[in-house]
């Protein structure tokens, strides 16, 4: 879709997601620039805040270790 068709504050960030996916079949790539864009360990507190109470405190630290892990490999 081409910046002209649309105005970008017309989408929800659903619409813009959705969008990357398409543009963008490898997710990493929408993933690292939100990551440039965003403070460091932005998105653990997300993770955090809206799954946290879900996890006792072993799924907690695996959550960590993945995306640690995640983070590095990138």
Do not use: W, Y
């Not at 068709?5 to 790539?29: C, G, P, Q």
């Not at 998105?43 to 892990?69: C, M």
């Amino acid at each position: 879709m081409a910046p002209r068709t649309f105005k970008i504050l017309e989408l929800s960030l659903r619409d813009v997601f959705e969008a990357l996916a398409l543009i963008h079949h490898n997710s990493f790539e929408v993933f690292n620039t939100l990551l440039d864009c965003f403070p460091k360990d932005h998105f653990i507190g997300v993770i955090e805040d809206t799954f946290g109470v879900f996890f006792d405190d072993d799924s907690e630290k695996l959550l960590h270790q993945r995306v640690d892990k995640m983070c590095r490999d990138m």
